[in-house]
């Protein structure tokens, strides 16, 4: 044990809170900024099994960031480099790959097994997803978003609050860190707040993180937090995300993307239809329309408007 000597002289961090991380079972979806920052810190401290979950190669521009990976590994898929590193870094820890994108009907079966989910994909279809899963399977879930300089970390479900009861609405507008840029030290803490949660959970030490949330600003130099374990489920909740797996043979698909941005539909036979021209749509009543864009952004929109016209049967294909 002398390899978690440190952690373990801390104030309920002793021998049952250790066996309890080194029998836990992890899913972490996405190895890039907030996984390559939370994964090394979740095998050093004693978790007994990873699965990591990313469909991404190492790229150069990843690396100001994504410290876990080298130049040798460029061009190679993140969750296995990931996996060697964890190896590498402690025998103790069983780190297992999947290289593969991530979707509802995926998410489903790799939640089965794991005692915790790590959300670390920041894209929003797979944070809903993921937390709409994890609130009906009574998961606990940590999940994290940073552009710029600024971010939160926070966990949901498992008794708490899921995502959709603290955000149950997208902004109007979100731009990727390709768009917008990103720091590398911000996703870096907030990669490091998701570990400590995850490790608060697993291991039963201190005051719970489920229904915490923590907020990041680096470019104005403020930390702050707020509880939010009385936040209400909505009453209507938003479109709910679906696999293409989940589609049925009567669901309208509409693909929100132009023929520039995306030559093949995201599934034959979409009907294209640009954010705009939306409210335009007449789908007939008890008709599924699901939408599918690049991020989920779009389609969150596109399905708010049919909603507020009285058309609840949306969806969003993740």
């Known amino acids: 044990m002398n390899r978690y000597d440190r952690q373990m002289r801390l104030p309920g961090m002793g021998q049952a809170a250790q066996a309890r991380l080194g029998a836990a079972r992890v899913l972490v979806v996405g190895a890039g900024g907030l996984g390559a920052a939370l994964l090394p810190l979740l095998a050093g401290a004693g978790v007994g099994r990873i699965r990591i979950v990313d469909h991404d190669m190492v790229e150069e521009t990843n690396l100001h960031r994504q410290t876990l990976y080298r130049m040798a590994d460029l061009g190679r898929p993140k969750a296995e480099m990931a996996a060697r590193a964890l190896a590498a870094l402690n025998p103790d820890c069983r780190a297992e790959p999947l290289v593969a994108r991530i979707d509802p009907a995926l998410a489903r079966t790799e939640i089965a097994g794991a005692d915790l989910v790590i959300d670390a994909a920041d894209s929003f279809a797979v944070s809903y997803a993921l937390s709409d899963l994890c609130r009906d399977a009574g998961l606990p879930l940590v999940t994290a978003s940073v552009t710029g300089w600024r971010g939160y970390a926070g966990g949901f479900c498992g008794g708490a609050p899921s995502l959709r009861a603290v955000f149950p609405d997208l902004p109007p507008r979100a731009g990727t860190c390709a768009e917008t840029g990103v720091m590398g030290p911000a996703v870096a803490m907030l990669g490091a707040a998701q570990a400590q949660m995850a490790i608060a959970v697993l291991s039963g030490c201190g005051p719970s993180p489920l229904?915490?949330?923590?907020?990041?600003?680096?470019?104005?130099?403020?930390?702050?937090?707020?509880?939010?374990?009385?936040?209400?489920?909505?009453?209507?909740?938003?479109?709910?995300?679906?696999?293409?797996?989940?589609?049925?043979?009567?669901?309208?698909?509409?693909?929100?993307?132009?023929?520039?941005?995306?030559p093949e539909p995201a599934v034959p036979g979409a009907r294209r239809c640009s954010p705009a021209a939306v409210?335009?749509?007449?789908?007939?009543?008890?008709?599924?329309?699901?939408?599918?864009?690049?991020?989920?952004?779009r389609s969150w929109r596109a399905a708010r408007v049919l909603q507020a016209a009285g058309h609840d049967e949306v969806a969003i294909l993740a």
């Open 211 to 262: 229904g915490r949330m923590l907020t990041l600003d680096l470019e104005g130099w403020a930390v702050s937090g707020f509880r939010f374990d009385g936040a209400p489920e909505p009453e209507a909740p938003g479109p709910c995300i679906l696999a293409r797996a989940d589609l049925e043979p009567g669901d309208l698909v509409v693909e929100l993307r132009d023929a520039a941005e995306a």
């Open 279 to 297: 409210a335009g749509l007449q789908p007939q009543a008890g008709r599924r329309v699901v939408f599918a864009c690049a991020t989920g952004l």
